[in-house]
Every structure is written in C-alpha cells, then in structure tokens.
C-alpha cells in the first residue's frame, strides 16, 4: 500500500509540473543526441603547428608541452605525411633557432636557408597536397625575443613592417601557401600583400593573427622556440590587452581591408567571445589557435589523472566550432584526427 501511495504522490507531481515540453527527450539516446546535435569537429577543421630544430633523426621533447616535440627537417617531413594520411588540411611551422643565429635585428628571418625555409620545400617536395603555413614574426630571431626591431625599449613599427615584407616573400619563394603575420605590428597585411602581388605570388594567401592578445597562455610555446629566458619586457605595446573587445572588431576590420583571406583569435579558450563576434560581424574565414597554454593546462591536469584528457581535447575543439570559427590550430591536431576517425 505504502508503494501505490508513493506512486500516486509522484503522479499527482507529474500533473503539478504540467509539462508538454520536455527538452530531455531528444537527449535519451545516442542516436537522437547525433540527430539534434547542432556543431560537430571535422578533420578539415585541423591546422597542426609543428616546431623545427636543426639535424637529423631528432626528435627533442618540450617539457612544458608533454606530448608535443622539436623535429629536425626529416621528421617534419614524416609528420607532414602522417597529416596528409590523416587528412588535416595544412601545417604550420615554428623554428627553434640555434642562440648564435640569434641578433638583434633577426637576420636569421631573411636567410633563405633557414631552418624554416628548409622545412616548407622539403614537405612542399615530399607532400605536395598539404597547405603549409609560415608565421611571420621576428621573436623566433631576435636575441630579445620581441617580435620586432627594438629601438630604446621600443618597437619600431614601420622599419620593422619593411623587415616582415621580406620575410614574407623569402617563404613564398620557399612554397609557403600561407603567410601568417603573428607580429601585431599596424599596417602588415597591406604591405605584405602589395609585396606579394609585386613578386608574383597572387596566389598566396595571407592569415591574420588579427586579434592576437598579450596573454600568459603564450609561455610554454616561447619555452619551445627559446625565447622565454631572452624575453625582455613584454609585448603589451603590440598585442592586444586582455580587457578589449571592440578593439578586435577594429583589428579585424583593418587586417581585412589591408588583404587579409582570414583572420585569427588568439588564444583561443579564453576568448571564445570575441570568435563570435567577429565571425557574426565580418562573416569572413576566421580561426582560432588553441595556444601552448591552452594545451599545456588541459595535459598536465590530464597527466595528474584530474581530469579525462581526451574529452577535455574534444570538448575544447568543440567549443570553437560553437563559437563560429571555422578552423582551428591545435597542437592535438593529429590525435583528434586519429580520434575522428573512430568518429567523436
Ligand atoms: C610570436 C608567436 C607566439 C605564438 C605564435 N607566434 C608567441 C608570442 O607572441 O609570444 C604563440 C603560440 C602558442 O602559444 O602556442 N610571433
């Protein structure tokens, strides 16, 4: 008797809640959740960043970034097969650049033998299909670590736009499909596309690190290229404070004009609003690049067993997707394709 009674309580509860809605029913099994599922992860969505170092055979791991290594021209060349069987779009190089290549002005930048240069025309060789994308910035150079020439503790902006011009014409010339500025300095875009024109190289594209914050979440990825012990200062005078918003709108509109084929929102998680934003705005290709930080937060609570790594990495892509990018760069780019593969 006391279970009929129960029963009827929770009926008459049922009643009370009145409910012809009931948001849960297209929840209750996997089928219907695939079926109502509105953004999915895709392996055409994958830009993977790979660091070079100079040699042969050698592969060195970066502490700050478990899982993530340093690869001499041969293994990068290796790796850009395994992305091409696994079906990512492009890869994107930085270069860990020997201390003693390292000046002032970043000369190394301007070698056409450098270590990037050599990178892009070996896979260019061995894997022709697969995009290449080469940042253009001067911090992987410079015995300072700025982005920039420095003059006094000061960036120079238009000297240093000359500079990024001929940085940006040697990785054409090397094959690089896409020149990515990461600098923030003003005017890059229109000066890397008129240069660009002028050489010939119509066809190549230009991603905009357009909103690229001046963020703590950079500080593993300048551990991989070797600059976080010669950073001097910080780089709050060219990339963007935290605090803005409208400001990334202003960033975007102006790398747009100046030529830019897409634009980019760096770091990627802690600003998922301003993705939106400019993709709802500008409704041009726009991409987010989970960065070393980002990465390196999600591995070592993973690696402490504090939370399941996989889920968290699919999760975190996913987020991108919902937010409105259209790509994103991501350092789990060949483990999330193996996953996709299995289907998420
Ligand atoms: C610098 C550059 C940075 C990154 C890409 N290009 C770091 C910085 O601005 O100091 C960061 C990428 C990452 O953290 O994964 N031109």
């Known amino acids: 008797?006391?279970?009929?009674?129960?029963?009827?309580?929770?009926?008459?509860?049922?009643?009370?809640?009145?409910?012809?809605?009931?948001?849960?029913?297209?929840?209750?099994?996997?089928?219907?959740?695939?079926?109502?599922?509105?953004?999915?992860?895709?392996?055409?969505?994958?830009?993977?960043?790979?660091?070079?170092?100079?040699?042969?055979?050698?592969?060195?791991?970066?502490?700050?970034?478990?899982?993530?290594?340093?690869?001499?021209?041969?293994?990068?060349?290796?790796?850009?097969?395994?992305?091409?069987?696994?079906?990512?779009?492009?890869?994107?190089?930085?270069?860990?650049?020997?201390?003693?290549?390292?000046?002032?002005?970043?000369?190394?930048?301007?070698?056409?033998?450098?270590?990037?240069?050599?990178?892009?025309?070996?896979?260019?060789?061995?894997?022709?299909?697969?995009?290449?994308?080469?940042?253009?910035?001067?911090?992987?150079?410079?015995?300072?670590?700025?982005?920039?020439?420095?003059?006094?503790?000061?960036?120079?902006?238009?000297?240093?736009?000359?500079?990024?011009?001929?940085?940006?014409?040697?990785?054409?010339?090397?094959?690089?499909?896409?020149?990515?500025?990461?600098?923030?300095?003003?005017?890059?875009?229109?000066?890397?596309?008129v240069g660009l024109d002028r050489a010939g190289f119509r066809d190549v594209q230009i991603m905009a690190y357009a909103a690229k914050y001046a963020s703590a979440f950079y500080g593993p990825f300048r551990d991989a290229i070797g600059t976080s012990a010669a950073l001097v200062g910080d780089k709050r005078t060219y990339q963007m404070d935290p605090g803005n918003s409208a400001e990334a709108l202003r960033e975007v509109a102006l790398d747009i004009e100046e030529g830019a084929d897409s634009v980019m929102v760096k770091p990627g998680l802690p600003y998922l609003d301003i993705i939106r934003r400019v993709k709802d705005e500008f409704g041009v290709p726009t991409f987010a690049y989970q960065v070393s930080g980002e990465y390196a937060m999600i591995e070592a609570a993973a690696r402490n067993g504090w939370l399941d790594g996989d889920r968290a990495m699919v999760e975190s892509l996913l987020a991108f997707k919902r937010a409105g990018a259209d790509g994103v760069l991501t350092y789990y780019a060949p483990r999330v394709a193996e996953r996709l593969r299995g289907a998420v």
């Open 1 to 193: 008797p006391l279970a009929v009674e129960t029963a009827q309580a929770e009926t008459r509860r049922f009643e009370a809640l009145g409910l012809t809605r009931r948001p849960r029913r297209n929840r209750k099994a996997e089928w219907s959740r695939r079926l109502v599922r509105e953004y999915g992860l895709s392996v055409d969505d994958l830009i993977w960043p790979l660091f070079v170092i100079e040699g042969q055979g050698r592969r060195e791991p970066i502490a700050s970034m478990p899982g993530v290594e340093r690869l001499s021209v041969d293994e990068i060349v290796r790796e850009a097969e395994r992305a091409a069987r696994l079906g990512i779009p492009a890869i994107s190089f930085f270069p860990y650049t020997e201390p003693s290549l390292r000046d002032p002005t970043g000369s190394e930048s301007l070698n056409r033998e450098n270590l990037v240069c050599r990178a892009v025309r070996a896979v260019k060789r061995a894997v022709p299909e697969i995009g290449v994308m080469t940042d253009v910035a001067l911090d992987p150079y410079t015995s300072h670590g700025h982005d920039g020439l420095l003059s006094d503790g000061a960036i120079l902006n238009d000297e240093t736009v000359a500079l990024l011009v001929e940085q940006s014409l040697i990785q054409a010339e090397a094959g690089s499909d896409i020149i990515a500025p990461s600098d923030m300095m003003d005017g890059r875009v229109g000066a890397i596309r």
